[in-house]
């Protein structure tokens, strides 16, 4: 069974595929059915349903309380220890980035067999030396 991290840039698509600008639905669909089957399980940084309540509540108000409820409903695994923290520090020091991105990667750069799904091409750019990282455009299922 595969450990994934889904960033905020996988979620959304998860629960608003529908938008227009929105690359490689197809493929977070696709994660999201392998997460709701089973395949695969879902780790998560503390922070990560308060971020993607935000875009959320900015990109489509009518559903948010709903979007959110069936988001937390899900039941992933939030791993939140002083090692993911630091990795995080570390993470964000190296490379120049804000926290809350690398809290993702961190969660995946301590997890064994874990590994960050992104959207989010200029945070992969700099962090893919750091390992444990992959584009959603690239992600398949094995």
């Known amino acids: 069974m595969k450990r994934i991290v889904a960033d ?3 979620i959304v698509k998860w629960v608003l595929p529908e938008l227009d600008n929105e690359a490689d639905v197809e493929r977070a669909l ?3 059915e392998q997460v709701k089957s089973g395949n695969v399980t879902l780790h998560q940084p503390p922070h990560w349903l308060a ?3 935000g875009v959320l509540s900015r990109l489509n108000p009518a559903t948010v309380l709903d979007d959110v409820a069936d988001l937390y409903d899900m039941g992933c695994n939030v791993l939140a220890t002083p090692d993911v923290y630091f990795t995080a520090c570390e993470l964000a020091r190296d490379l120049n980035h804000h926290l809350f991105d690398t809290l993702y990667h961190a969660v995946a750069l301590n997890l064994p067999d874990g590994v960050m799904v992104t959207a989010d091409k200029r945070y992969y750019a700099k962090a893919v030396k750091k390992g444990k990282i992959i584009l ?3 992600f398949t299922i094995e």
């Open 8 to 10: 905020a840039s996988v």
């Open 136 to 138: 959603l455009k690239e």
């Open 51 to 53: 971020e993607v309540a």
């Open 30 to 32: 696709t994660l999201l």
